[in-house]
């Protein structure tokens, strides 16, 4: 079945560290990636998505390019702020096994100025 | 734009009671989510709602869990009864038709089973 597996956290970082959290996945067809960021004491938002291969998403400096060939799709961003602390979750959803979301089970990021 | 609505944000019940969870999607957002997210782990679907008609259901433990929309806008997951390892975070998610694939997640309802 479909399913998602990213990095184990948590993972610290020094601020304007290079920051990447990995994300391969496991689908029959050809799903969308998603990754979503849940700071702390809220719900979970959609941090930036791609549709199919090769496909770059981005938003607020993170972006995530979706590999085919390596069934990945990791989180990158070149200088981290404290401001970036939260749980990454990575995510897939595939049209032809009735539109269900896949999560992973989150990456903790902690960013320390 | 007002976001997902759910309450309670936190309970606490003994196990073998009953609860219910309540949820108001973003205005016309046609298609409603329930995931439960157990600590340290990432969410899992228990139902979606496509209007007032369910789509998927198949992760719902039905001996204990039941959801409805009847009207096709809020939503209720009533668990009974409740044991120790329903204990996590229940959370609601809305999308709209013009796009499917972008969920909008309320904040959660936090139970605790004692």
């Known amino acids: 079945g479909d399913s998602v597996t990213q990095m184990e956290g948590p993972v610290t970082l020094s601020e304007e560290a290079f920051l990447t959290i990995n994300c391969t996945y496991t689908a029959t067809g050809y799903p969308s990636l998603f990754w979503y960021v849940q700071y702390p004491g809220e719900g979970l938002q959609l941090l930036l998505k791609a549709t199919k291969a090769d496909d770059k998403g981005s938003n607020k400096g993170f972006e995530a390019t979706y590999r085919k060939e390596t069934t990945s799709f990791h989180l990158e961003k070149g200088s981290v702020q404290v401001s970036d602390s939260a749980v990454y979750f990575c995510?897939?959803?595939?049209?032809?096994?009735?539109?269900?979301?896949?999560f992973g089970t989150g990456t903790s990021l902690t960013v320390i100025p | 734009e007002a976001g997902v609505a759910q309450s309670p944000r936190y309970k606490i019940i003994e196990k073998r009671q009953s609860v219910a969870f309540w949820c108001n999607p973003i205005?016309?957002?046609?298609?409603l989510y329930w995931y439960q997210q157990i600590l340290g782990q990432g969410p899992k679907l228990l139902i979606q709602f496509q209007n007032n008609g369910v789509v998927d259901d198949s992760q719902l433990p039905k001996d204990r869990f039941s959801a409805e929309r009847l009207k096709g806008v809020d939503s209720t997951l009533k668990i009974q009864p409740a044991k120790l390892e329903d204990s996590a975070v229940y959370l609601c998610?809305?999308?709209?038709?013009?796009?499917?694939?972008?969920?909008?997640f309320g904040p959660g309802t936090r139970l605790l089973v004692l």
């Open positions: 995510a897939l959803r595939e049209w032809n096994t009735g539109n269900q979301f896949y």
């Open positions: 998610a809305s999308s709209s038709s013009l796009s499917p694939e972008t969920q909008y």
């Open positions: 205005s016309g957002h046609a298609t």
